[in-house]
């Protein structure tokens, strides 16, 4: 079998006695797990997002084909993947990078927003599901409200509870998580 890519082999180098100078495996070795590192991120990456690392298109099927191997063939595709994205390692990195930080951003903008909506349907119920459905008109506005007033009573158990001085409760309210969660679903089905 033989690869399209195979680089020539250098010409030998020489020291001062005459003596071969030979590269440090070790130290090539090295390189190739960090190559193979990012190969790995890149494979977490969602497909759409491919065309903004410049991938050719044999790079883009090979990081395709990746995703659905499992096991041993995955460990020799991963080794197929670190020899092919060798050349443009750095940019490629660079790329990754700027991707994931990206990504981290939106998250953040995402729940962001989502907590807002909490604080505003906690705030002015009826004008914040108005603009809820006016957004999302698949809501399950009664799940809303259900969780809208167990947030309301576990917070009066909370003010009840620092009025008898017993800090021992839970501050983090389960249904406001499970609110937090449904916003986060609807809002991705758009």
């Known amino acids: ?3 399209e890519n195979k680089q020539e082999k ?17 130290a090539i070795k090295r390189e190739r ?8 991120e890149i ?13 050719n298109h044999e790079q883009t099927a090979a990081f395709r084909e990746a995703k659905r191997l ?4 995955f460990a020799r595709h991963l080794s197929y993947l670190t020899r092919l994205i060798e050349d443009n390692f750095t940019e490629l990195a660079k790329n990754v990078a700027d991707i994931e930080r990206l990504s981290q ?3 953040d903008k995402k729940k962001f927003l989502i907590n807002q909506r ?19 008109p698949d809501a399950d506005i009664q799940k809303i409200r259900q969780y809208l007033r167990a947030i309301r009573k576990f917070e009066q158990k909370l003010v009840e509870a620092e009025e ?22 609807i809002t991705e089905l758009e």
């Open 118 to 136: 909490v604080s505003a349907l906690l705030k002015d119920e009826k004008q914040a599901i108005c603009d809820l459905l006016h957004s999302y």
């Open 105 to 107: 951003q939106a998250a």
């Open 43 to 55: 494979i977490k990456i969602p497909e759409t997002q491919y065309q903004y690392l410049k991938l």
């Open 33 to 40: 797990a960090k190559i193979k590192e990012l190969a790995a």
């Open 1 to 3: 079998m033989t690869f």
């Open 70 to 73: 499992k096991g041993n063939a």
């Open 10 to 26: 250098p010409e030998k180098q020489y020291d001062e006695l005459g003596r071969v100078i030979r590269a440090n495996r070790s």
């Open 164 to 185: 008898d001085k017993n800090k021992d409760k839970d501050k983090n309210c389960r249904e406001k998580i499970l609110l937090q969660q449904y916003l986060q679903d």
